[in-house]
């Protein structure tokens, strides 16, 4: 190798080298940024009766359901529920179930994006036909 072969060769390798020291850092993603979505169902109970509906999680994240009006009666104590939407059946199962009033939310963790449900039912106190409307948040 003659001196200038070895100049050249040693001024690459100093170039590469810096170079590579440069790139060693990896750049990093953001954490993605989920938008909530807000899904308002509203529908009549009459004495005895049960509605259901579904909706589609794409995100991870909780969803809260709530009932966020009754009439003709507000203080009426309904059962709430959430689960998962069965589509051949039109059915949603009951996986976490309370006993809640006006405004009480219940939550759950769903464990990937799945289509979901919200279910109303008379736990014994509706008299006459009763309008309610749920709110249910997720991602």
């Not at 070895?6 to 993603?29: D, F, V, Y």
């Not at 589609?56 to 529920?81: C, D, F």
């Not at 949603?92 to 309370?98: E, F, H, K, L, R």
Request: proline share 7%; charged share 10%.
């Amino acid at each position: 190798m003659t001196h200038a072969s070895a100049r050249s060769a040693a001024a690459i390798l100093i170039t590469m080298g810096s170079l590579a020291c440069g790139s060693a850092q990896t750049p990093t993603e953001p954490a993605p940024v989920y938008e909530q979505k807000t899904e308002t169902y509203t529908g009549t109970l009459n004495t005895g009766g049960t509605a259901a509906f579904d909706f589609t999680v794409t995100n991870p994240g909780n969803i809260v359901g709530k009932i966020t009006e009754l009439s003709p009666v507000s203080t009426l104590t309904m059962g709430l529920w959430l689960g998962y939407w069965d589509a051949p059946n039109t059915s949603c199962s009951q996986d976490i179930t309370a006993s809640v009033t006006l405004n009480t939310t219940l939550s759950g963790a769903p464990p990937g994006p799945a289509q979901y449900c919200v279910g109303i039912t008379d736990v014994g106190n509706v008299q006459v036909p009763t309008t309610f409307t749920i709110v249910v948040t997720h991602y």
